[in-house]
């Protein structure tokens, strides 16, 4: 079985960010075009950085608290966080390759 992203909710959010790997947060909702799109390429992500990043995926309809602390507007949004600090933010559903690209960069980051 292939790894997936897990579920990131308002209550266990800080505690996941604060690892020294990095993580990958989908902020989407049911209701978004372009979410649908990136959610597969974010799945794929999950099982290709396996062991080298946490990639999760966040409902912003059933967790309000952690999109209004980031003052997320769009989604979707997609943030990745070292050590409990945002390193980057993507907003739209963008390439892969581009995902990849800025995972990698953060994970190089010591």
Not at 30 to 58: D, L, Q, S, Y
Not at 86 to 104: D, F, R
Request: proline content about 5%; glycine content about 8%.
């Amino acid at each position: 079985m292939s790894h997936k992203a897990i579920e990131i909710n308002d209550s266990n959010f800080q505690e996941t960010i604060k690892s020294d790997i990095p993580v990958l947060v989908d902020f989407w909702a049911e209701w978004c075009g372009p979410c649908k799109m990136i959610g597969p390429v974010v799945e794929e992500i999950a099982g290709e950085f396996e062991g080298k990043a946490i990639v999760g995926k966040m409902d912003v309809d059933a967790n309000s608290k952690t999109p209004m602390d980031f003052g997320i507007r769009s989604i979707p949004t997609l943030m990745i966080f070292k050590n409990g600090e945002m390193v980057e933010k993507i907003v739209g559903a963008v390439p892969k390759h581009v995902l990849v690209q800025k995972l990698e960069a953060a994970a190089a980051v010591a």
